[in-house]
């Protein structure tokens, strides 16, 4: 097979959804002439009311970035000692625990979801255990019933990383509407975003409005403080970009879904290259194009298939790696131990995120799926 061209411009691995500047500034305007620029404005609320609506979420609140919001979550069900979670995840989903001062403790992955493995949750829950902090990865959903079960068993609380899963639902039913509550990043490498922002969807209106209070430094009022809050509010500007970014959200999610279709059409015979499989009754949301690779078959690591893309302009991203428990910081805990993770670490290895957005060209996706097969000995 003759050596394919290199791409003449870089293709990266997603591009922001981003509005046309003339529908963005009406809302500029007005909001110049209001004046009045955060602190839960006309746009904060408006988009409040509208993400509600297309999340089906009674109870929800924005923030300035799906970090802080995950912080919020752990100060608002009063967390301590230890949390489960995941290691197969992006870092800010362990850091919040610990600048919440609480104790991650990891728990392996099943293999055909990357999502905790429920099968190993309860031997890891101890006396000092408040909580579990799973994430839907890649938009997967997780064993949402089985993880209520074993919360109502053992009275601990359950917090969604939901930053991938905007959108999805599980038989009709919204992801955010599971466990206590669910955190969304907003972050302009997220299908909809806020340029950076969070919310957190809730259970019950009572969370919201703490959520609300500690969003803005715990005020109550003009002179009260209940309890010690941050400062996590979403801006007005970026509130604006947020309500003009929704009208094309479903848009993008379509075109993106064709785009990881024809990845998988023109993958799917390749071997050593493995795909997710989709459950009935899910609503995807295609926010990554993720593939494992299998050395052994494909004829070449996942890293080595990373390195050879870029000498033909094409960036991808090995999308968890390294797992969270390996970082410096976590490394030394017990549940770290990577042969208690074998199932996540094998995953570390072996996932490389495709470039994928909805405005992508079919050619180009062709191009890039005939680079891996000429890659593939
Ligand atoms: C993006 C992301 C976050 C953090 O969200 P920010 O809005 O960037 O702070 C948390 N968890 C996961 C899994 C993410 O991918």
């Known amino acids: 097979m003759k050596r394919p061209a290199p791409f003449e411009k870089p293709i990266l691995i997603t591009k922001p959804l981003l509005p046309e500047l003339e529908e963005l500034m009406p809302l500029m305007e007005k909001i110049w002439s209001s004046s009045q620029l955060t602190n839960n404005g006309a746009m904060a609320r408006q988009l409040e009311k509208e993400l509600g609506l297309y999340l089906k979420a009674d109870n929800l609140s924005l923030f ?117 509550v669910s955190m969304f990043s907003l972050h302009a490498t997220k299908i909809y975003h806020t340029i950076e922002g969070g919310a957190l969807t809730f259970g019950n209106r009572y969370l919201k409005q703490r959520a609300d209070w500690i969003r803005n430094f715990g005020l109550i009022g003009e002179a009260c ?19 003009q970014v929704l009208k094309l959200v479903d848009k993008e999610i379509e075109g993106r879904k064709l785009v990881v279709n024809r990845y998988k059409e023109k993958l799917k015979n390749i071997p050593g290259i493995r ?33 050879e893309l870029k000498k033909y302009n094409v960036f991808t991203r090995r999308y968890f790696y390294p797992l969270c428990s390996n970082f410096q910081c976590y490394r030394n805990i017990p549940s770290a131990d990577v042969h208690r993770l074998p199932v996540a670490a094998a995953a570390a290895q072996e996932v490389l995120a495709l470039p994928l957005h909805g405005r992508l060209e079919m050619d180009d ?5 005939e680079l891996l097969i000429y890659l593939f000995k």
């Open 365 to 369: 996706v062709d191009r890039i799926c």
């Open 225 to 243: 403080i209940m309890e010690p809050g941050t400062n996590g509010k979403l801006n007005e500007v970026q509130a604006a970009v947020g309500l």
């Open 64 to 180: 300035s970035n799906g970090t802080i919001a995950l912080q919020i979550a752990c100060k608002l069900l009063r967390l301590s000692g230890e949390v489960i979670t995941t290691p197969f995840t992006f870092a800010a989903t362990t850091n919040s625990l610990a600048w919440c001062n609480l104790n991650p403790v990891f728990c392996d992955v099943e293999d055909d979801t990357l999502n905790l493995d429920v099968n190993h949750i309860e031997e890891l829950i101890t006396e000092k255990t408040t909580a579990i902090l799973p994430v839907h990865v890649f938009g997967n959903p997780c064993k949402v019933d089985r993880i209520q079960q074993i919360a109502e068993k053992y009275n601990l609380k359950v917090i969604y990383d939901a930053a991938h899963a905007f959108g999805v639902e599980i038989d009709g039913r919204a992801i955010g509407s599971f466990g206590d």
């Open 275 to 307: 795909f997710f499989n989709e459950i009935d009754g899910v609503k995807y949301n295609y926010p990554y194009c993720v593939i494992r690779i299998s050395s052994g078959s494909f004829g070449m690591t996942r890293d080595e298939v990373h390195e």
